[in-house]
C-alpha cells in the first residue's frame, strides 16, 4: 500500500454511477476506493474512525451545493470534499469556501486534476496552523474585485518599502488573469513566475536572484505569467518554496495577489504575514464585501492578518469608513486619498508615483502606510537611518 494512501469514496449527485471517474480514481496509487455512494446519508451515519479521508462530490450540473454537505463538515470535519462540476459557476463557488470547500475540479475528471488536488489536501493536512516564518516579510496586496487598486498599491509600496530601508526588496505578480506590473514598471520580463515553478529541481537562492528582475536600485521583480495554461499549471507548493526563498533574500516581498478568489489566492495570502485588502466606499463593493467576509474570518483567524484598505477616498462621498467599519467588525487600516490623475498619469508613464507625482496626497498615504509596516515589524530604527529621499519631507498631510 502506498505510505500516504488515503480512503476515498465518490458521492454522484444525480444517483448515477460513472464508472469513468471510478478508473481514474483507480488509477492513482495514494486512494484506496471505499465505496460509490449514491445516497449520502450512508455517509452522515458513519463514525469518524470509519471515515473517508475524502470524498469526492460530483454535482453534475447543479447550481448549489446539498445540504447535506454542511452536516458532513460538522460530523467528519476531517473528511475533506473534492467537487466535481461541468462548470465555475461563481455562486457556486462563494458556497464551495464557505462551506470550508478547497477543491473544485472540472468534468470530465482526469488523473493529472485528480492526483494534483490529493496532493494538495495531503500538504494541507500536515499544517494544523500558519507557520511563523524568520526573514523577510511577506505582505499580500489583493482586491476583491477587479480595478479595485492592488497593481498600483504593490508596484508603489514595494519602490517605498526600498527607499525606507534603503535595501532591496522583492515584488512578485500573482495577478491572473492579467498581470500588469510589468506594463506598471515599463518593463518586458526575461523570465516569469511559470518559469521559476517549471524549474523546482534547481530552485533554490542562486537560481531565484538569478530570475529577479532589477527596477531601479531598492526593487526586484518577479513577473507574472500572462499565458492562461500557464497560470492554471502554477501549483501551491513550488509557490510556497518560491517564498521561502524570497524570505531569505530580501526583508520586504510583496505580493501583487490581484482578485481571483480561488484556492491559490487563499494559500498564498495565508502564507503571507500581512494582507492589504483594497476596496472603495460604493453600496456594491460593501455588499460584496459582506459576503466575502465569513471567508476570510474562517481562513485567517488572526484578527489582525488582514487589513482594509480604503483606496480613492473622498470624504465628500455618502458613505464614511464607519459604514465599511460595520461590515468587517474592525478599524479601516488606512484610507487612500482619490488622485485618479497622479495615479493614471504615472501609470501611463510606466513609472512610480514617487517619480512622478512625489507632492500628492495618494502618494504620501502610501509613504505613512509604508511607515506603519516597517514600523511595526520592528524596524523603526532602520527608517529613521536610511530615510531615502523626500521620505520625510512630505510626510506631513496638510
Not at 480512503?7 to 460509490?36: A, C, F, M, T, W
Not at 502564507?271 to 485588502?277: A, F, W, Y
Not at 497622479?342 to 502610501?366: C, H, M, W
Amino acid at each position: 500500500m502506498h505510505p500516504e494512501t488515503l480512503k476515498i469514496s465518490v458521492v454522484y449527485g444525480d444517483s448515477v454511477e460513472n464508472p469513468d471517474q471510478k478508473q481514474v480514481v483507480e488509477s492513482l496509487p495514494q486512494l484506496r476506493l471505499l465505496e460509490h455512494l449514491t445516497n449520502p446519508q450512508t455517509l452522515l451515519e458513519m463514525q469518524v474512525g470509519e471515515a473517508p479521508d475524502l470524498v469526492l462530490l460530483n454535482l453534475n450540473g447543479d447550481q448549489f451545493l446539498p445540504e447535506w454537505l454542511t452536516e458532513l463538515a460538522g460530523r467528519l470535519p476531517a473528511t475533506g470534499v473534492l467537487l466535481c462540476g461541468h462548470q465555475r459557476d461563481p455562486e457556486l463557488l462563494i458556497q464551495a469556501m464557505q462551506a470550508g470547500i478547497r477543491e473544485f475540479l472540472p468534468l470530465p475528471l482526469n488523473r493529472e486534476d485528480l492526483g494534483a488536488a490529493v496532493e494538495r489536501f495531503l500538504v494541507a493536512r500536515t499544517r494544523q496552523v500558519p507557520s511563523h516564518h524568520k526573514g523577510g516579510r511577506v505582505v499580500a496586496v489583493a482586491g476583491h474585485k477587479g480595478g479595485a487598486g492592488a497593481t498600483t498599491l504593490a508596484v508603489n509600496l514595494a519602490v517605498i518599502l526600498g527607499e525606507l530601508t534603503g535595501e532591496r526588496q522583492a515584488l512578485v505578480d500573482l495577478g491572473r488573469p492579467f498581470p500588469d506590473v510589468g506594463h506598471f514598471l515599463d518593463q518586458e520580463p526575461n523570465y516569469t513566475i511559470f518559469d521559476v515553478c517549471q524549474n523546482q529541481g534547481s530552485l533554490d537562492k542562486s537560481f531565484i536572484q538569478s530570475i529577479m528582475q532589477s527596477c531601479g536600485p531598492k526593487l526586484s521583480v518577479l513577473h507574472g505569467c500572462a499565458d492562461f495554461k500557464e497560470q492554471d499549471s502554477l501549483e501551491w507548493e513550488a509557490l510556497e518554496r518560491v517564498l521561502t526563498l524570497l524570505r531569505g533574500l530580501y526583508k520586504w516581498i510583496v505580493v501583487d495577489l490581484g482578485h481571483w478568489l480561488d484556492g491559490l489566492f487563499f494559500h498564498v495570502a495565508r502564507e503571507s504575514d500581512l494582507v492589504l485588502l483594497i476596496t472603495e466606499l460604493t453600496i456594491p463593493d460593501l455588499r460584496n464585501l459582506k459576503r466575502l467576509w465569513p471567508i476570510f474570518r474562517e481562513w485567517f483567524p488572526e484578527g489582525d492578518k488582514v487589513r482594509v484598505l480604503v483606496n480613492r477616498h473622498n470624504k465628500g462621498t455618502a458613505l464614511s469608513l464607519k459604514d465599511l467599519e460595520q461590515v468587517v467588525h474592525r478599524p479601516v487600516f488606512q484610507a487612500l486619498s482619490s488622485d485618479y490623475a497622479a495615479a493614471i498619469a504615472a501609470v501611463n508613464q510606466g513609472k512610480s508615483l514617487g517619480e512622478t507625482a512625489p507632492r500628492s496626497r495618494f502618494y504620501q498615504d502610501l509613504q505613512t502606510l509604508a511607515q506603519r509596516l516597517v514600523s511595526e515589524s520592528g524596524g523603526q530604527k532602520a527608517a529613521a537611518a536610511n530615510p531615502g529621499p523626500r521620505l520625510l519631507r512630505f510626510f506631513s498631510r496638510k
